[in-house]
């Protein structure tokens, strides 16, 4: 492909980046469309984030999986198959006629993509040859920072304009064309399949666990957590799950993870923190977006404006902070990135009905300020604190982990605003009693606006209260989530300054 004309490498180059562009904007292209999709479906804002995290615990399952198919099919079979799946999932993701159906295709959907993002990087590299690399590599990263930004304004845009079938619809061209370029232009490089051993029981009891996990944290407020007889079961099946992936994988001659990457002590904190960084990222980016529709009265389009002002600094930033990492003091970069971050989400907390665009705006912008600063040199010392043979699986490793935790991040942050919500709707409907001592004054200004309905009157009480509850139950969830901060800074300090080498990562394995 290197000999090639130049035209040519640049078109592939394009479609093979087009496809992780595709890929990634479908994490954030439904965060804004939820309330459209939980309306049009009859499900409820709780319910509807079902549609996400489907698709990213899918994706983190079959992400341990995508070496050995890549070996046993070749890669570029694989990536064009991926890709063709995935326009045909996003299909029938826009055909769901009821809300059981558009989760089951958006976990299919998560099944296809999570073999096109670690193959659309080593594609990319393929097509040009190692002097053009970090070309290579600036063209994959603007299509991974961009796609981001992009999709929330997407998704509001497509949504009230098109309806929210079309922002899965959309895919169904640019796969299509990338996948046929692809095949076109590289399937006469596609290496010769191997047959490599797969751990199949292992990859039974991963699977099992984690989904079973996922559906504890989606459904247990909805079945009252432990006291539902099925959120025990599912449960122990998790735990048990998870006790048999461990014993097994200790034995297996050909493991999903390998434990060796344990004997890294910075790779395993940078892990931690990473984990903890994505559980309060997502978690404080779900329920806002849902807020500004149902209180303020948002359309998807103005909610895509606010969310989008997340990721407008990270796509020039890490260039910058990448740029300079070498340079750099990397702990003072991950802990300034966790006081913004901090700083953000606790701005968030300051909402109520009153609050303004620009206010929003600022507070998500400040959130991104946070995220440009502490997640470039994260992922950087985590890669680079192992030795050369162990970054591809530390790769798989961390990314099977950071995307798991954003479903859980999802799961946890609508659960925290549910639950605080009907913490606060029941002691202010305890104050909704006309005939207590100087509650009079009270309901005067709502008895003004209805007139001589009560009827009238108590419908306007029940508005003000939802709202008032959504809101304060949202203002605890983002007081929790900037709490749950705090043990990143502290552990910062455990992790170099620098960016540690080979051999520095060798000698920490004690080797």
Not at 35 to 52: E, Y
Not at 121 to 146: C, D, M, N
Not at 267 to 294: D, E, K, N, R
Not at 498 to 508: L, R
Request: aromatic share 12%; with cysteine; hydrophobic share 50%.
């Amino acid at each position: 492909m290197s000999d090639g004309p130049r035209l040519p490498l640049l078109l592939t180059a394009i479609a093979i980046t087009s496809a992780n562009f595709m890929n990634v904007l479908d994490t954030t292209i439904a965060v804004v469309a939820l309330p459209a999709m939980s309306g049009s479906l009859g499900a409820t804002p709780s319910q509807g984030t079902w549609i996400l995290t489907s698709y990213t615990v899918c994706l983190a399952v079959i992400l341990p999986m995508s070496p050995w198919i890549s070996k046993r099919y070749g890669e570029i079979r694989t990536f064009v198959t991926s890709v063709l799946l995935f326009s045909l999932t996003s299909a029938i993701c826009g055909l769901a006629t009821n809300f059981e159906t558009l989760v089951l295709f958006r976990a299919l959907q998560g099944l296809t993509s999570g073999l096109i993002v670690p193959l659309s990087q080593t594609l990319v590299l393929r097509v040009y040859p190692p002097e053009k690399h970090g070309f290579a590599i600036g063209l994959w990263s603007v299509t991974s920072t961009t796609a981001p930004v992009l999709g929330p304004l997407i998704g509001g845009f497509i949504t009230d304009n098109f309806g929210w079938p079309w922002i899965f619809y959309i895919n169904i061209p640019l796969g299509i064309a990338a996948a046929t370029l692809i095949w076109t232009s590289m399937r006469h490089t596609d290496d010769q399949s191997v047959r490599v051993p797969v751990d199949w029981v292992g990859m039974l009891f991963l699977a099992t666990g984690v989904i079973m996990l996922q559906l504890v944290l989606d459904k247990g407020h909805e079945l009252d957590w432990l006291a539902s007889p099925g959120i025990r079961t599912m449960l122990n099946i998790a735990i048990i799950s998870a006790i048999a992936f461990y014993v097994w994988e200790r034995k297996e001659k050909h493991p999903i993870i390998d434990y060796e990457l344990f004997r890294y002590p910075v790779f395993v904190m940078a892990s931690v923190i990473a984990c903890l960084f994505h559980i309060t990222y997502f978690g404080s980016m779900i329920p806002y977006p849902i807020w500004m529709q149902s209180v303020l009265g948002y359309t998807a389009t103005w909610s895509g404006l606010v969310m989008a002002g997340t990721s407008v600094l990270p796509v020039f930033g890490m260039m910058i902070v990448g740029k300079n990492m070498p340079n750099w003091n990397l702990r003072y970069l991950m802990a300034s990135g966790c006081v913004f971050g901090i700083w953000g989400i606790y701005l968030q907390a300051g909402a109520s009905p009153e609050t303004t665009f620009n206010t929003m705006l600022f507070a998500r912008v400040i959130v991104g300020v946070g995220f440009t600063l502490l997640w470039p040199p994260l992922m950087a010392i985590t890669l680079s604190s192992v030795p050369p043979d162990k970054t591809a699986s530390a790769a798989s490793f961390f990314n099977f982990f950071r995307i798991f935790s954003t479903s859980v991040g999802i799961a946890i942050g609508m659960t925290i605003w549910q639950s605080r919500t009907v913490f606060h709707r029941q002691h202010l409907i305890e104050e909704l009693i006309p005939w207590k001592p100087g509650k009079d004054t009270a309901f005067t200004p709502l008895q003004e606006i209805a007139g001589d309905s009560d009827d009238a009157m108590w419908a306007i009480a029940e508005g003000l209260t939802n709202v008032q509850s959504l809101t304060m139950g949202l203002s605890d969830t983002f007081l929790l989530l900037a709490i749950m901060i705090i043990p990143i800074v502290l552990m910062v300090p455990l992790l170099p300054a620098k960016m540690p080498n080979a051999a520095e990562a060798k000698s920490q394995s004690g080797d």
